[in-house]
């Protein structure tokens, strides 16, 4: 079985700070993992996504994450928050092949301050 | 490009009440997935098919059943709703049962349904 564990339900930064947001991940085979962001009451966008591929993964809107295998961690990072991006936040892991499903974490509700 | 359909996108019942909620893939995905989010929950695994097949289970309630056309659209019927039921139910779609390739699934905009 495999499961994600997001740190931090609410995390606050001011516009032009380091946004952190964290994901460590379990999983019995190598993984693929994702981040999601859902704006309120709209669906779930895909942001990037690590596949096995390059552990530096970069995805939309400056946001990028590093797989670390010894620290089963998928962090979500972007240089400098901007007012926009405040939004929940999902990681999720599933396993490559077979019948997987996606399994999400609990979420991070990125707060920005002006 | 042509995204995941869910239909409606807003449905208001009454407790005991039944609910059918549709979803179209997109074009040429044989795969879809329910889940469920409720108010400020993670989004919850329910049911998924392939090739019209069930291929994964969650955590559906017995009161629900759903299944998955010739023309892969897929519909989530609910009975006897209950207060509980009301959530943010969402569709989504890939390529294969794993994801594809890129092991991506890919989101529609979600029904809310409102169980009162």
């Known amino acids: 079985a495999q499961s994600v564990t997001q740190l931090g339900s609410h995390v606050s930064v001011s516009e032009g700070a380091l946004v952190l947001l964290r994901c460590n991940y379990s999983?019995?085979?190598?993984?693929?993992l994702f981040w999601y962001v859902q704006y309120p009451n709209q669906g779930l966008q895909l942001l990037l996504k690590y596949t096995s591929a390059a552990t530096l993964v970069k995805g939309i809107n400056g946001f990028e994450a590093e797989f670390k295998k010894s620290e089963t961690s998928f962090h979500l990072t972007k240089p400098s928050a901007h007012m926009s991006d405040a939004a929940e936040y999902f990681c999720a892991v599933s396993d490559p092949g077979g019948y997987s499903t996606l399994t999400f974490g609990k979420g991070t509700m990125l707060l920005v301050s002006p | 490009a042509a995204g995941v359909i869910q239909s409606p996108r807003h449905l208001i019942k009454e407790k005991r009440e039944t609910a059918t909620l549709k979803c179209y893939p997109i074009?040429?995905?044989?795969?879809v997935y329910w889940y469920q989010q409720g108010p400020g929950q993670d989004p919850q695994f329910l049911i998924s098919f392939y090739e019209k097949m069930q291929s994964d289970k969650g955590s559906i309630p017995d009161r629900f059943s759903a299944q998955q056309f010739s023309d892969y659209h897929s519909e989530l019927n609910m009975s006897s709703l209950e207060l509980g039921d009301s959530a943010l139910y969402f569709c989504a779609s890939s390529s294969s049962p794993s994801g594809g390739a890129s092991g991506e699934l890919f989101f529609g905009e979600g029904s809310r349904l409102t169980v009162l």
């Open positions: 999983s019995s085979v190598p993984p693929y």
């Open positions: 074009p040429r995905h044989d795969t």
